[in-house]
């Protein structure tokens, strides 16, 4: 603006010419609005070429977007946000892991666990199939089975519990049961590896005593 009213006044004071003056005043106006186009162009241009770097690195979660130290233009305010999405994205991303992790570790306990009811269940078809039992015999064979397949069934369960990832744990449901029949379910794994080992095991515990807690996964804890 000073420099089209300072040739505005120079042309007419020399020449005199006010149409001349206003035929160069219009060319300068033209020219300064072709410099300010071609500035806001090529800054545009650099944005959006810097803001397709940018979405491409959080997309690929690259480093974090530089913030700009003037927040008052527009493209600083812009950068702004992008930072702050670019932070919460690499949260997000960092708690699907961290839940990825915990499912792996915990299917992978659960599938180890399968193995000893597995092994029991094949002992036990074995000894029923190789010798002859007598009547007592059968009856505690068999009920062992029954409590391998019950133990089996709890730890499927708890398979496809985990996989869903409801609540990121496994949830204990505590009631007031007797303790003695948890120790039995936790024994009943190694009885027969036990018998062919030649090991004695004994349970001492009185059988009125009862205390609140999950039966499945403390018997389970206590098998371990």
């Known amino acids: 603006a000073v420099s089209m009213l300072a040739l505005t006044f120079f042309l007419s ?4 010419r006010v149409l001349l003056a206003g035929a160069l005043l219009t060319a300068c106006a033209l020219g300064w609005l072709f410099l300010l186009t071609l500035f806001f162009a090529k800054r545009l ?43 919460i994205l690499q949260e997000n991303r960092r708690r699907v ?9 915990l299917v992978s306990d659960i599938s180890h666990q399968v ?5 029991n269940l094949k002992m036990v078809t074995d000894t029923l199939l190789a010798k002859p039992v007598t009547e007592q015999e059968r009856r505690d064979f068999l009920q062992g089975i029954r409590s ?26 505590k009631k007031d049961v007797p303790l003695l ?13 036990a018998e062919q080992k030649g090991i004695s095991v004994e349970v001492q515990c009185p059988e009125d005593l009862r205390v609140s807690h999950d039966s499945k996964w403390t018997a389970e804890a206590l098998f371990n």
């Open 148 to 173: 391998q397949t019950d133990k089996l069934e709890f730890l499927v369960q708890s398979m496809g519990k985990a996989s869903r990832l409801e609540t990121g744990a496994v949830t204990l449901e």
């Open 97 to 105: 892991d961290e839940e990825r992790r915990e499912l792996q570790t």
């Open 13 to 16: 004071a020399v020449t005199g």
């Open 45 to 87: 241009s650099q944005f959006t070429s810097g803001l397709c770097q940018t979405m491409d690195n959080m997309i690929s979660g690259g480093e974090e977007p530089a913030r700009a130290e003037d927040r008052e233009t527009i493209f600083a305010r812009i950068s702004y946000r992008l930072s702050r999405l670019y932070g």
């Open 115 to 119: 193995k000893t009811p597995v092994a």
């Open 181 to 193: 029949d948890t120790l039995a379910q936790a024994m009943s794994g190694i009885v027969y590896g």
